[in-house]
């Protein structure tokens, strides 16, 4: 397989199973992922940015309300399209128009409610066919260039690539080295001045097997992350652009407002 093919043909994995805990009034009813801007959810807005860059392939890690995300992409067409039925021949449903998502492969893993984040990626492992995968947090956008990381990924060999930002102290800190191999990985920090994990990650395959297993308090960011970091085999792709979570409502009206002026620094497609 070529450079090329592994860039087009990876799988994304999203990480979708988290409390919301922070949004509470928003995610009551549904899980964060699902949480709308400009009427779609965000899960839908970072699965756009990615096949806008030609990965099409998805699996979403499900956990609390997962329901409501598979009753989504089962219902795609219908919510997103003008229909035309015959009430007395249910069966026979026109549907209106075509959109750009109809050649995306969506897996919907079921994960556990109760799973960290660590113990969601190697329940949904089987489920990738490539020699490497992309990870991320299914409540964060960025404009970050997903070609570029990918050949920064394929370029160094190591086991892992994170995407590393540069906003305020309360995610997990990187400690880089002078070749940009990642020396320390530290979980939330209190005061950080460097730069943090952004998710955007690559893997190779091998890192199921060394670092990860399914017990539901395996924390992504502990043991396998700073373990990965322990063993030099965890590298960081810098991004000085535009990255920014939804933790918070004061985030989630940030992003909305991006949305509604028409400057959304994510939104790379027609």
Not at 97 to 108: A, F, H, I, Y
Not at 246 to 270: C, F, H, V
Request: charged share 20%; glycine share 10%.
């Amino acid at each position: 397989m070529t450079k090329q093919q592994q860039i087009l043909n990876i799988p994304v994995m999203i990480l979708c199973g988290g409390l919301g805990t922070r949004l509470h009034e928003a995610t009551e009813v549904r899980p964060k992922p699902m949480v709308e801007i400009g009427g779609r959810p965000i899960l839908w807005h970072l699965m756009k940015y990615y096949a806008s860059y030609g990965l099409d392939e998805f699996i979403l890690c499900l956990g609390y309300k997962g329901s409501v995300i598979k009753d989504y992409f089962l219902n795609y067409k219908s919510l997103n399209s003008d229909i035309t039925l015959q009430l007395n021949q249910p069966d026979k449903v026109r549907y209106h128009g075509s959109n750009n998502e109809e050649n995306w492969r969506v897996t919907l893993a079921e994960t556990g409610d109760r799973a960290q984040t660590g113990a969601r990626v190697a329940r949904a492992a089987h489920y990738v066919d490539n020699d490497i995968f992309c990870l991320t947090y299914g409540d964060g956008l960025a404009d970050i260039d997903i070609q570029a990381l990918l050949r920064f990924h394929l370029s160094h060999g190591r086991v892992g690539t994170v995407t590393g930002v540069h906003p305020p102290g309360r995610f997990g800190e990187i400690s880089l080295g002078t070749q940009g191999e990642v020396q320390q990985f530290n979980e939330k920090p209190q005061v950080t001045d460097g730069i943090i994990n952004g998710g955007f990650f690559v893997f190779n395959r091998s890192f199921f097997e060394k670092y990860l297993d399914v017990r539901d308090d395996l924390v992504l960011e502990q043991d396998p992350l700073q373990q990965l970091a322990k063993d030099g085999e965890l590298m960081v792709y810098s991004h000085t652009g535009f990255w920014q979570p939804m933790d918070t409502y004061r985030e989630l009206k940030l992003l909305q407002g991006y949305w509604s002026d028409g400057k959304a620094p994510w939104k790379i497609w027609e």
